[in-house]
């Protein structure tokens, strides 16, 4: 008996979830390398990374029509009784996540619609038995709206008949299928980049990477500190005694006030290896908007918001630990701005950045 999971292309199913070093080991280290680079110049990690992200999009949503088709030819009354045949897949297959999640799609769900819609078991029965009778009306409606609609679609030789019910279906689980995978890459990318991100300019500044375990208090770092009321995505130690707290967002205009409200709760005082070390608070961010308060509300928690749609927010990073720690050394201080982008691409070089990982 055919099962719809079984129809699903095997390469597709792998590209409806994966992590961080998946996406170096599918992308290649050089490319991560030089994306991070462009975000040290200035670029837009958004802009940067859109590409990948559509074409993620793209291959999948390809692989779920393909998917549908193969239905057609497998199923009887596809339009009428998809939801019969995949809310029974769901419920007595045993599913990885990763079929499930696709097998959801076609009921209209991502995962955060099953959380916030749905909820329950008994929820979910009352979805799957409003969701046919609705895509009913919907097709109806629209047919009266713009007429009847046949399109005829070859693949590999059979040809196959789509009407509004088919169409329906086909673009509703392909908004689930697309809302999924963007939120994902904005997550993914979000927290992979924030770490390179961190990690390589930290280390061009001449700070080393340790575990936080490491007892090691002279000019090192390490990455996402998460204590009590301490919140932190990396911590600096120049000596015993100096350090910084670092926060780092991939936000939007306007919304900086966001990650200022929360590292306004960093406490000024650190405790490690029984030093206590004072604290200041660095803030980075994509960009702030015209009349954003976040300039002075950094003032007021005795920090400083950089902005890395700078060309040289680097540089300008270099000088502001600079002017709080007078001892601080480092070739970026002092340094002239354009000089300090061939700094830049030659340290770059030399970063490893699946040691962040």
Known sequence: MTKFIDLIPEDSLELVNYKGKDLIQKLGKNIISNVVLSILCGDNIRNLTE????????????????????????????????????SNEIRTERLSPNKKKYLLWFLGLTGKSVQNVIREDDY????????DGNLK??????????????????????????QWPDLLRCMMALGAQTLTIRGSEKSMYGKL???????????????????????QTNGVFWLSEREDKRESDATVLLRPGSGIRF?????GVGNTEISLD?????????????????TITIILVDKIGDGSRTPQMAQAIGGHIIQMSGSYWVHQLAQTIHEEYDFFDSPLVGMDKEDSINFLHERMQEIDLSQFL
Do not use: H
């Not at 409606?141 to 196959?160: A, L, P, Q, S, V």
């Open 193 to 215: 980049f924030e770490k390179f991100v961190l990690g390589s300019v930290l280390s061009m500044l001449g700070f080393r990477y340790i575990n936080k375990d490491d007892p």
């Open 262 to 278: 929360k590292v306004s709760r960093f406490e000024r005082v650190m405790e490690k290896g029984g030093t206590r070390n004072a």
């Open 137 to 162: 009306k919907i097709a109806r409606d629209i047919k009266n709206k713009y007429g009847d609609m046949d399109i005829t679609i070859k693949n590999n030789g059979i040809e196959f008949l789509l």
């Open 51 to 86: 590409g990948l992200t559509q074409r993620r999009i793209l291959l999948m949503n390809s692989s779920l029509i393909i998917t549908y088709l193969k239905a057609l030819s497998s199923f009887g009354n596809l339009s009428s009784e998809l939801t019969s045949i995949i």
């Open 124 to 131: 979910f029965n009352d979805y799957l038995s409003s969701l």
């Open 247 to 251: 926060d780092i967002g991939f936000i």
